[in-house]
Every structure is written in C-alpha cells, then in structure tokens.
C-alpha cells in the first residue's frame, strides 16, 4: 500500500537535545512538507521540499533543520535552539505544483508527538 | 502573506441533522484553492472537499458541501446527516497558485461533536 510513514510515534527529548524525526513515502511524489501542530494553532508550516536536494524554509523554521537526499526521505531535526519544542509533528507529501494543478492533494501522515522533558 | 480564520472554536450537532462550519480568509490573489481537511481523533489528516477559486460552482462531496462566496471570502462546510464518524476536528486552508509548491495556510480548526 502507498502511504506516508513517520517515526517514532512518541518521542521524548531532554532539553539541550537534538531529535531527529523520520518520514518516509512511496507515493513517488517529489514534494514533501513538515507541519507542527499546537493545540488552538492548527497547522503551521516549518520547511519544505519540491525536489531532492532542495528545500526551503515556511513560517517557523528557526530552531529546525531538515535534509533531502532522497526523494522517498524528509527528516526532521529538532535542534536545541527550538525553545518549545514540545508538539505534533505531521509530515506530508504531494506531487509537484504546476500552477493550476486542482489536484495536487496532499497526502498526511500519521504523526509524531513530541515532548521534551 | 494570506490568513485563514475559524470563528468557531467548537460545534454540536445532533445525529441525522445539519450543521454549518464557518471559514473567512484573506487574500489580494484572484487564483487560489480553498480545502477543508478532517483530523478524527487518531490526528491522520484527511482531506474532505474542495474548490477551486475560479469555478463559480460550489463543490460537493455525498454529504459535505460548500459554500463559497468569493467577493465576501468565506469558505463554509455544511455536513448533512451528520453521522458519529463525523466527530473530529475540521480545519479550513488555503492554498494559493503561484509558485511551485503546494504550501497550505491553515486555520486553527473547529472541533465538532455529534451526539445521540
């Protein structure tokens, strides 16, 4: 079966660490996407990804870096420098946008909770 | 930089009866989607309905539509027969046509509850 898939699902950090979260597709798509999510926030967008070797920051990347060396990969790191670590992480994949594509859908995975201790 | 509001931080309904979800955004482009995703409680999001900017037809998916007024940019849900399985929280976003990737604005979701 086709899916997103991120690990782990619960993840506990200490302050001061790094963590690095996992998410893996076989969709084939090239872009991918990492959302955080606070309670009453709804979903706001840290880095993203159009194709292999390319990324670009959305509106809170401070305190986030990210890789893409393959296409199927995203990770996620969360440095110390992140001050609140402490939410849900949702990462997503789409194919790429060519402009007027209605149906560019993104697809969701299943998310990791992150708690720093 | 576009925003998304949900004015409506929770909803009830009753099983087999209608309600309306409320979404209002902001934006200087002409071209643009409008989706409405699900989050049930196991937090998989799932994409519900939507609608291009352009079409003057509101979407329809079997027992969730839209209405979408442009000039007034609001975006709302209605669910019909809202069923148990419909309980989760509902978020609206925007997601414009320039560029190439597919970022998504978000609201900060409506939680809806059907009882008995």
């Known amino acids: 079966d086709g899916g997103i898939t991120q690990s782990p699902k619960y993840l506990f950090r200490k302050e001061g660490q790094n963590v690095t979260l996992s998410c893996e597709q076989n969709?084939?798509?090239?872009?991918m996407y990492w959302y955080r999510q606070d309670p009453g926030q709804g979903l706001r967008l840290i880095y993203y990804s159009q194709i292999v070797n390319d990324f670009q920051k959305g509106d809170i990347a401070e305190g986030y870096s990210v890789s893409r060396e393959k296409k199927e990969s995203f990770p996620l790191t969360v440095t110390s420098a992140q001050k609140n670590p402490t939410a849900f992480y949702l990462c997503?994949?789409?194919?790429?946008?060519?402009?007027?594509?209605?149906?560019?859908?993104?697809?969701f995975g299943p998310g990791t909770r992150l708690t720093v201790l | 930089a576009q925003t998304v509001t949900q004015s409506q931080p929770e909803m009830s309904v009753q099983e087999a009866e209608t309600v309306t979800l409320s979404c209002t955004y902001d934006?200087?482009?002409?071209?643009?989607?409008l989706f409405w995703y699900k989050q049930p409680p196991s937090r998989q999001m799932i994409l519900v309905i939507r609608q291009e900017a352009y079409k003057q037809q509101n979407a329809t998916e079997n027992r969730f539509s839209v209405n979408f007024q442009k000039a007034a940019k609001s975006f709302s849900l209605k669910i019909s027969d809202s069923q148990l399985g419909d309980a989760a929280m509902y978020f609206c976003?925007?997601?414009?046509?320039?560029?190439?990737?597919?970022?998504?604005?978000f609201g900060t979701g409506t939680r809806l509850q059907v009882t008995l």
């Open positions: 976003a925007y997601r414009s046509v320039t560029g190439t990737a597919s970022k998504l604005t």
């Open positions: 969709l084939n798509h090239d872009a």
């Open positions: 997503a994949s789409s194919r790429r946008s060519l402009g007027l594509d209605a149906y560019n859908e993104q697809f």
């Open positions: 934006t200087s482009e002409s071209d643009y989607y």
